[in-house]
């Protein structure tokens, strides 16, 4: 979705507030796809900062579906964006490249705005629960569901060498 910043563009002093139903359904990136299940509309507050410049600053609210770092089930994540960032219509003066995809022209593409921002603030690990307790190494059953039974002893690597000594000893 595009929305025309023209007014707010090329008169000084200008603002204005809109309120934008975000069209996207899913966040896709390297990391995968995840839907979003529910979303707040865009909350935009638009003002001139100078010949050519906009300030924009937004809220948004969004669930998304990710799975859990331990045990891979689907986790709801709710995710509040709040920023403020400014777009230029030339990019003489510009400094930040990343945000001149953002604008053409006169033109906002929001779709972009609202998928930086989301790329922005991905959660770093994704839990189920606190205390969640992961899959079984061997197994692969979910231990959050009870324990597996399978053999978690793990010797300690530096004492290899005594525990090669006593095997190659021992009486069958």
């Known amino acids: 979705m595009l929305l025309n910043l023209t007014d707010v563009l090329t008169s000084e002093g200008k603002t204005r507030s809109e309120e934008i139903a975000v069209e996207m359904t899913a966040f896709e990136s390297r990391m995968g796809r995840f839907p979003i299940m529910e979303k707040t509309p865009l909350y935009l507050n638009l ?3 100078g010949e050519g410049k906009a300030e924009l ?3 948004m609210e969004l669930t998304q579906l990710m799975d859990c770092d ?3 089930k689907e986790v709801p994540v709710q995710i509040a964006l709040d920023f403020t960032r400014i777009v230029a219509v030339t990019d003489e003066e510009f400094s930040d490249e990343s945000d001149l995809e953002l604008i053409n022209g006169c033109q906002l593409d929001i779709e972009s705005l609202v998928y930086n ?3 922005m603030n991905q959660p770093e690990k994704v839990l189920c629960k606190p205390d969640c307790k992961g899959i079984c190494k061997k197994c692969g059953k979910d231990l959050n569901e009870g324990d597996c ?3 978690t002893f ?3 690597p530096r004492m290899a060498v005594l525990q090669d000594i006593f ?3 021992k009486e069958v």
Do not use: F, I, Q, T
Request: aromatic share 0%.
């Open 167 to 169: 095997n190659a000893n």
């Open 117 to 119: 921002e989301l790329l």
């Open 70 to 72: 331990r045990c891979l």
């Open 57 to 59: 600053c937004g809220h």
């Open 47 to 49: 003002s001139n900062v």
């Open 149 to 151: 039974g399978c053999d």
């Open 154 to 156: 793990v010797p300690d």
